[in-house]
């Protein structure tokens, strides 16, 4: 890891552990851009690792429960539906 992908600019707004169908660059571990990257937002990765999920059976329980992890991350970041919906438009 990891797979990085990259705004207009050339920065980088996404890191994968697998390459994507929208990104073939992969970058070391300690490579500034990812260190920097990383640096954004230390505690949204800290709580998403640390937060075990429950032990549900019902895939629906598990979705719900991860889609409300998400909200609360997007919230934090105050991403928004409008915000979403020009991600990967061209400019």
Known sequence: MPY?????????????ENEQEFTSEFLPENDPAVVAFKAQAPELVSEAAAAPLSMATDNTSRIDELE????????????????????????
């Open 4 to 16: 990085v992908s990259r705004d207009a600019d050339g920065n980088i707004n996404g890191m994968y």
């Open 68 to 91: 409300a992890r998400l909200a609360a991350v997007e919230e934090k970041l105050g991403i928004t539906p409008a915000t979403l919906s020009t991600v990967g438009t061209p400019s």
